[in-house]
């Protein structure tokens, strides 16, 4: 990882709207149906490099300085959740279809009369277009995600069994499916890590230091050499969250952040 002497650090974390209690600084991470992760924080150096305001992390201690957003993360993000509604794999498949360029609130009010309309792969691929488009079209770019639900659907149909499958290479088989929709199915619908890099992650991404890449795939990259594997999935959601609460796009809210010493801020 490129050096960021002098870049990252923690502040007391500020109140987010939305997020669950803070837990207290040091705590123990607990992730439900993932095995220990082995990352005590109240054991962990980068704690205690933390806490300690006058000392910033240094550039030869990245595995610090990782696990220093990720301590920030969890005091701040400490039940991250999809925030997008679903049942079975199959029904997130298709509501991550329908986010692209789309938020989840609008994509969860429209899933419950697609999925009562059309409950599985089967009765999808045999749908007329203009019903799932008449369905889906407050979603934006409602055409193409129409044209590409079913023919997901009759892949599922046609070399699945009607069964999403549970291995990426596969998932991006699918029409309509990339890296980014395959990671959020594995994650959340099969409790098997991935890293969701949306423009929300990769922004957050670059701006802590934690990769230079402009690419949705390089940060993945990046990110998969750093982050700890249990913990993909978490940090995907916390690292999204984070960039919609705080640091946004045009106007991060870097007042508000604990991590006084990210390289943004600095700039």
């Known amino acids: 990882m490129k050096a960021t002497a002098d870049k990252l650090g923690l502040a007391a974390p500020q109140s987010v709207a939305g997020a669950e209690p803070q837990k207290p600084p040091g705590a123990a991470v607990n992730i439900p149906g993932l095995p220990d992760s082995g990352l005590d924080r109240s054991q962990s150096k980068a704690q205690a490099l933390a806490d300690d305001r ?27 959740r999809c925030g997008l509604d679903f049942q079975d794999p199959y029904q997130l498949l298709v509501a991550t279809i329908l986010s692209a360029q789309c938020t989840d609130s609008r994509v969860n009010q429209v899933t419950p009369a697609l999925f009562k309309a059309f409950p599985d792969p089967a009765s999808m691929a ?54 980014k929709t395959a990671n959020v199915v594995l994650g959340d619908a099969f409790g098997i890590p991935g890293l969701t890099v949306d423009t929300h992650l ?12 402009a690419d949705a795939v390089g940060v993945e990259k990046d990110l ?25 796009a045009r106007k991060p809210v870097c007042g508000e952040c604990g991590l006084i010493r990210c390289p943004s801020r600095a700039a």
């Not at 922004?203 to 934690?210: I, K």
């Not at 998969?224 to 946004?248: V, Y």
């Open 54 to 80: 006058s000392r910033p992390l240094s550039a030869a201690e990245p595995a610090a300085e990782v696990a220093a957003v990720l301590d920030y993360f969890d005091r701040v993000y400490p039940q991250p």
């Open 126 to 179: 045999l749908a007329p277009i203009g019903a799932i488009e008449e369905l889906v079209k407050t979603c934006g770019l409602y055409r193409a995600k129409a044209k590409n639900l079913r023919a997901c659907a009759g892949r599922l149909i046609d070399h699945y069994g009607g069964q999403v499958p549970d291995r990426l290479e596969e998932l991006v088989t699918l029409p309509g499916v990339g890296r």
């Open 202 to 213: 990769g922004r957050v991404s670059r701006r802590l230091g934690l990769s230079a890449k």
């Open 224 to 248: 998969m050499g750093l982050i700890p594997r249990p913990l993909w999935t978490r940090f995907s959601h916390q690292a999204i969250s984070h960039g919609r609460s705080l640091c946004r």
